[in-house]
């Protein structure tokens, strides 16, 4: 049984951190891109940014230059490290493992107010 555990969230100010993780059971984590999405109510789920088995990444637009993916497979982890956080980036932020089939973690909220 697959199961991805997202943690990390919060709410921060303008400007601050966060470090979401996801720690993955039930796969052999090493061969799966791993990713990380966002939604907002009334929006549809956008990816944020991916990591594949080989350690290749891509970032959406609005993440380049302010986030970073990176993954630990001894501890069979993704992570989204989040810098200079701005409220457009409010969502629920959601881990996807993808190799054949797609599995999603429950989801975590991350909301960015003053």
């Known amino acids: 049984q697959v199961q991805l555990v997202e943690s990390g969230g919060g709410l921060v100010q303008p400007g601050e951190s966060l470090r979401l993780s996801c720690a993955a059971s039930g796969i052999i984590f090493s061969v799966y891109t791993m990713g990380w999405y966002r939604q907002n109510s009334g929006k549809q789920r956008e990816l944020v940014a991916r990591i594949t088995s080989r350690g290749s990444t891509n970032y959406a637009d609005s993440a380049k230059g302010r986030f970073t993916i990176s993954r630990d497979n001894a501890k069979n982890t993704v992570y989204l490290q989040m810098n200079n956080l701005k409220p457009e980036d409010t969502a629920v932020y959601y881990c996807?493992?993808?190799?054949?089939?797609?599995?999603w973690g429950q989801g975590i909220q991350v909301t960015v107010s003053s």
């Open positions: 996807l493992c993808s190799r054949v089939n797609d599995y």
